[in-house]
Structure formats: C-alpha cells, structure tokens
C-alpha cells in the first residue's frame, strides 16, 4: 500500500501543470496499480497490503526529523568540515558500531542519514547490522554511537520499529 | 529588488559551499576524505541553490498567480528530495567499491574494517 499511495502521488506531482484531468489521474492509478504488484515480491516489504508504512504518526516523526534534528546535525557538521577543509586539520579513520537496527529500511535511512551529514560515511553495512564508518575526524578510537551521530540513531529507531 | 538580494545571497552561500567541495579535492590525501568534500560539501551548497528557487518561484507565485511558477516550485521540490535521497546512497556506493578494490585510507588512525576482513579471510560479502 505504501508504494501504491507513493507512486500515484509521485506522478500527480510530476505531471500537473496547473490543472488536473481524470485521464491523469486514471494513468497514476493504473501505473502505482502495476508498480506496487512488482515492487511487493522484493524483500522487506510485506506483500501488496501492507499497511505499516502509512502510519500518520511515523510519517509526521519522520517530518519532524528531517526539518529539526537532522536539519541542525547537517549544518554544524557542514561547518565543522568546511572549517577543517580550509585547515586541513584531520584525524581520518574507519570506526565501526552497532546501531541495533533490525529493519533493513531502518539501517537503510541510518546510513543515509549518517552518510548525508559531512565528516561521517557509511563505508559497509554487515549482514548483522554493524555499521562501519569512516570518520574525517576522531575524538577516540572506539567512539560510541553519540560521537558518531548524535541523536540519529534513537530517532531512527523511534521511526522504524 | 528585495527578492532579488534575499536570493543572490542564497546562491552565493551555495556558491561558497560548493567551492570548498573542490578546494577539498586538493587538500586531502585519500579517497575517502576526498568523498567527504566531494560529496557532501556540494550537497549543502546545492540545498541553498534549491532553497533559492523554491523561495523565489514561491514569491513570483504570490504576487503574479501564473500557475507556470508553482509548477516550477514542485519540480525543484522534487529534485531536492532526490537528491536528498540520491546523494548519500551513491557516496556509499562509490565508498564500498573502492575499499573493496583496495583503495585503503591512508592515512587511518584506525580501521576496524581491515580487521574483520582479515578474521574472516577475505572480503565480507
């Protein structure tokens, strides 16, 4: 159900130009129709009427996310590295921790989250869920969870499980 | 005219960004501190090039009304979002593949991923 409901608005959003015809929206719901049947076999996704992703209190979590803490992580941490590109001082290496994720979209919006905000990558993810980061600049050689992305990880999981 | 300035100065700010993304390319010594300038620098500095146009098609919406502007605003809104998205998984990509080729960091206080490879005998799959 949520690639269905993701798809059709997609291509609303992508074809509207000023005004909406019931041609549009009849071939938005044929295509997000054809879409979610292919998408539902992959793995992690629950079959076609899977409703977990539509709940309105994760997507309004997630909202938040995007336009509080990590909108405030991403812009100090661009300045850190725009400081320490102007430098040149670093401390680089790969670290590794476990996040405790159990859902693959969960370490998926993880990773991203934690590749996204400059000074950290997501080099590998294990079958087990252990994240190996390449860090630009180490505090210690076996940072926990908050050195190397603050309050990611708990709001990650606060959305995801 | 206030319009005009608001948005230079977002452009200049993505402006700023963005070249800091290539002074990095020389500053630093291996791939993957590379990738942090590279990549993440200029996704900021693209961020204030998006917020400029979604600000400026946004006011040309309000005081115009021609629906071609907020048109525009969706579609800007859209690439941000997969760029968003589109970003961070091709830094991992790139990343992953050049570890595994054997592009090691150097120099690396640490690197806990040549360990368990090594306790694994061979490359974790």
Known sequence: MFV?????????????????????????????????????????????????????????????????????????????????????????????????????????????????????????????????????????????????????????????? | MILGIFVGLLLLVSLFFNTLGVVSLYRFPDVFTRMHGATKCPTFGTLFAVFALLFYSFVRFMSSGESRFLVLFIHVFIGGVVLLISNPTGAHALARAAYRSGALPEPAAVDALEKTQKSKGGVTA
Not at chain 1, 12 to 31: D, H, K, P, Y
Not at chain 1, 69 to 86: E, H, S, T, Y
Request: hydrophobic share 45%; charged share 15%.
């Open chain 1, 4 to 161: 269905f409901v993701v798809s059709f608005f997609t291509y609303l959003l992508f074809s509207w130009s000023g005004s909406m015809s019931i041609q549009e929206v009849t071939i938005a719901f044929a295509l997000a129709v054809v879409i979610s049947f292919v998408s539902s076999g992959s793995p992690g996704s629950g079959g076609f009427w899977n409703t977990k992703g539509l709940s309105l209190r994760r997507w309004w979590d997630f909202l938040y996310y995007i336009f509080g803490p990590f909108a405030m992580g991403l812009a100090q941490a661009n300045w850190d590295v725009a400081k320490r590109v102007i430098s040149g001082r670093i401390n680089p290496g790969i670290v590794k921790f476990d996040p405790h994720l159990k859902t693959s979209h969960g370490r998926m919006m993880l990773a991203n989250s934690i590749t996204l905000t400059p000074g950290t990558l997501t080099v590998d993810v294990d079958d087990n869920g252990v994240f190996y980061i390449h860090a630009l600049n180490l505090t210690s050689l076996t940072p926990t969870e908050e050195d190397i992305c603050g309050v990611f990880g708990q709001w990650t999981r606060r959305i995801t499980e």
